[in-house]
């Protein structure tokens, strides 16, 4: 089903998503690490035509650190929460189908029911006046039927007409919303790996 070939697909970009702001966020932590052990060494150097260098290369590497935090804070804002989103659209476009195959069902077993009523109801009449008071009692129950089958049947076509709204809705507004997002993720993504170049080309002229 269409449907489970998108929503698997999802997790599995969510999930993959979420190993890389796992990778980003440890990238922080090494380049916070790494920073600190730079700065102890800068205090510690007994020639301050390194230690300023060291100390200098300290603070870039706490610039890195930021950058990475602050990419894998918007990694998530921009993409992994429409992403998680649509994974939840997803899953409640699979119910509204779910429960209207239950009113078809219901539906076609009130019309199941009507068909036996109907029969009942044409025995006795074959069988003349000597079943009034059954005639009149099955002929009630047809009647019965008869409304149950019909608002079974609208039902199931108001909930019809309700999802292929949804859908289209769904296909109007929300791929322009994930459009935007990969849109949105991509610019973030390119901006942050060129302020980390620039923040290596800066560290390597240190050096």
């Known amino acids: 089903m269409y449907l489970d070939a998108l929503e698997n697909q999802l997790k599995a970009l ?3 998503m979420d190993n890389m702001v796992a990778q980003r966020k440890a990238m922080a932590e090494a380049a916070a690490d790494f920073s600190a052990s730079l700065h102890a060494l800068s205090t510690v150097e007994l020639s301050p035509t390194l230690s300023g260098p060291l100390d200098a290369l300290s603070e870039l590497q706490l610039a890195i650190r930021d950058v990475y935090e602050r990419q894998a804070q918007q990694d998530v804002l921009t993409f992994g929460i429409i992403i998680e989103e649509y994974i939840r659209l997803i899953g409640s ?8 195959q239950k009113a078809f069902h219901s539906w076609h077993s009130a019309e199941s029911e009507l068909m036996k009523k109907k029969a009942a109801q ?11 008071d059954r005639l009149n009692q099955v002929n009630a129950e047809v009647i019965d039927a008869e409304r149950k089958v019909h608002q079974a049947r609208l039902l199931f076509e108001d909930m019809g007409r309700l999802l292929r709204s949804e859908l289209d809705r769904f296909e109007r507004e ?4 994930f459009k935007s997002g990969v849109e949105t993720f991509l610019e973030s993504a390119v901006e942050a790996q060129k302020e980390v170049d620039l923040q290596r080309t800066s560290s390597a002229s240190l050096l």
Do not use: P
């Open 14 to 16: 969510l999930k993959a």
């Open 93 to 100: 476009v699979k119910q509204a189908f779910s429960q209207r």
């Open 122 to 132: 044409d025995k006795l009449l074959r069988q003349g006046k000597t079943q009034q």
């Open 174 to 177: 929300k791929v322009e919303d």
